[in-house]
């Protein structure tokens, strides 16, 4: 389970091949004070190589696992069963968190559901959209749609083409507190973590922003080059911003 406290801090997200280079990058995380770790599984050449007891029991800062599928940017290419297995793996092994795609199966949504909440793991819901950001009715319906799971957290990202962009998909934040006109007005039952930011050169700062709004953490690089996703920042940018909180 992952402590959402008052402060925000930063999530490193790991894109290693190999077992060798997890374990000397997360060292280098850990030495740059990371808050939390992405382990993305997909980026491994053999993910059931890993003796994930072994790194779950000696990593010294929480570890958030994603599996993600191809259908959504990842590169796991293997079925959606097996997929899923290594994440319920890494939820046996320890893990602090894991991360689970909206568009997969609900029956597999809710294997990991379970397992999660049986092992005290925290369970991210997520959604990313790599081509654009979508209207504000689209965007409130997803939003909807994830609020009606059992997650902890919900993870929506999308991808900025322009500042309207960003300030749409920023817009989530005071939608979900306040309300306004919509057929997907929140009530009283979303009360779920929002962590929402936009992809993209142009979303960079929106990564920035949604920790100004509420967003418990924010993704970056280990450093220049090791990016995950487009526009994402390093964490000593974004260590930077936050030491002035």
Excluded at 41 to 56: F, K, T
Excluded at 208 to 222: D, I, K, N, Q, R
Aim: aromatic share 6%; glycine share 6%; hydrophobic share 40%.
């Amino acid at each position: 389970m992952i402590d959402l406290g008052q402060k925000p801090f930063v999530c490193v997200s790991l894109p290693c091949d190999t077992e060798t280079s997890l374990y000397s990058l997360l060292k280098k995380a850990v030495e740059q004070k990371a808050g939390l770790v992405e382990i993305r599984l997909d980026y491994l050449a053999d993910p059931h190589r890993i003796d994930l007891r072994a790194l779950c029991r000696n990593a010294p800062v929480p570890l958030l696992f994603t599996n993600r599928a191809a259908f959504e940017g990842g590169r796991f290419r293997g079925g959606e069963e097996e997929r899923i297995a290594l994440l319920v793996d890494a939820i046996e092994a320890g893990a602090a968190c894991v991360d689970v795609e909206l568009a997969t199966d609900q029956n597999l949504r809710r294997l990991v559901q379970t397992r999660a909440r049986k092992h005290g793991c925290t369970y991210i819901i997520s959604h990313h959209d790599f081509a654009c950001t979508p209207d504000l009715h689209t965007l409130h319906r997803l939003l909807a749609e994830m609020e009606m799971t059992a997650a902890d957290i919900l993870k929506l990202v999308t991808t900025a083409m322009n500042a309207d962009d960003v300030k749409r998909l920023l817009s989530l934040y005071e939608w979900r507190s306040n309300g306004t006109e919509s057929p997907f007005e929140p009530n009283e039952t979303m009360q779920k973590h929002l962590i929402a930011f936009c992809m993209g050169e142009r979303g960079r700062m929106s990564r920035l922003c949604a920790l100004t709004l509420g967003a418990g953490f924010t993704y970056a690089a280990l450093e220049s080059g090791h990016e995950t996703a487009s526009g994402q920042l390093s964490i000593s940018e974004v260590r930077r911003f936050l030491d002035y909180w």
